[in-house]
């Protein structure tokens, strides 16, 4: 009698054992394959014209209110932004990073920089970009770039010979031998110092050494005049490189020798100018000519 209810005891037992295995078996999720899942890729948008309203506020939002929230948030939803109609433009290099704009029809987007080991010769050439995120650079927000390999071929390649199209055209040897007197400036801005002038010798800036638009400014306590400001783009280190032009009485300059004071922000210009003094901080500029590059 014993001997049975041991027996009976050790089925029920078994069966318990039997229905954990079954539960835990069926029970069980299989890790594995969860990580297979697919991962939902991020849509790619092409805002050519950029125009969309999310993109636009974003834009205005950031450049306007220094708030870059809603266009990190544009920028993570699309993946890939093809570009269209606008061209990237290397502003004054660093030594470190390479700083960008986009020049599109009837507006210029700043803000933008690559930090990657080779320097691109031709951003122009690039037709699409990825924003790594938003980069806090002294006082303003930056567009940290990655480009795909097939981009940043083209665009680190030297220009055809001929290519007038580059924008950042080195100053060669042979462009400094025929400018002599882009020459002359150039050797003086890389010794800063107050010396005698030859007063009215003219200095034309060439495709070499195109002047980058920075922005108007006054002085009203000194002389009470309207003067447009510009960055010699191949010589940014040199306080020499600050280009003052005084306004006409109307407010305007001459841009293909026409008066104007619509000036394009960040927009590249090639320049004849008058030099009238040289002092240790500053040059004192007269008669200038710009003509778009």
């Known amino acids: 009698m014993q001997n049975i209810f041991h027996l009976r005891t050790k089925r029920l ?3 318990f054992v039997s229905l954990g295995v079954l539960f835990f078996s069926v029970f069980i999720p299989d890790s594995g394959s969860f990580a297979e899942e697919p991962v939902l890729q991020k849509a790619n948008s092409r805002i050519g014209d950029f125009a969309e309203k999310e993109f636009q506020e974003g834009w205005r939002k950031y450049s306007k209110e220094k708030d870059a929230r809603p266009l990190k948030e544009w920028f993570k939803q699309h993946g890939t932004v093809h570009i269209g109609e606008c061209k990237f433009r290397s502003l004054p290099e660093s030594e470190e990073i390479q700083y960008l704009s986009l020049d599109c029809p009837g507006k210029k987007l700043n803000g933008f920089f690559y930090s990657g080991e080779e320097r691109l010769r031709s951003p122009e050439r690039i037709d699409s970009f990825r924003v790594k995120g938003p980069v806090k650079l002294g006082k303003s927000v930056y567009w940290e770039l990655e480009f795909s390999a097939e981009n940043l071929k083209v665009a680190s390649s030297k220009p055809a ?12 040897d042979k462009t400094s031998t025929v400018n002599f007197g882009l020459q002359y400036f150039l050797s003086i801005a890389k010794h800063p ?30 002389d009470k005049s309207l003067y447009y400001s510009f960055q010699a783009s191949c010589l940014p280190d040199s306080p020499y490189s600050w280009i003052r032009i005084k306004a006409d009485l109307s407010g305007n300059v001459l841009v293909d020798n ?10 590249r210009y090639l320049a004849k100018l008058k030099l009238e003094s040289v002092e240790k901080d500053k040059i004192v500029w007269s008669d200038a000519e710009l003509f778009h590059e």
Not at 164 to 171: C, G, M, V, Y
Not at 198 to 220: H, M, V
Not at 258 to 267: N, R, S, V, Y
């Open 193 to 222: 110092i107050d010396r005698p002038t030859p007063k009215g010798k003219e200095i034309f800036f060439d495709s070499s050494c195109p002047l980058l638009y920075l922005g108007k400014d006054a002085d009203f306590y000194w």
């Open 13 to 15: 037992l078994l069966s």
């Open 161 to 172: 010979p001929g290519d007038k199209s580059n924008p950042e055209t080195k100053l060669v």
């Open 258 to 267: 026409q008066p104007t004071e619509e000036l394009q922000e960040g927009a």
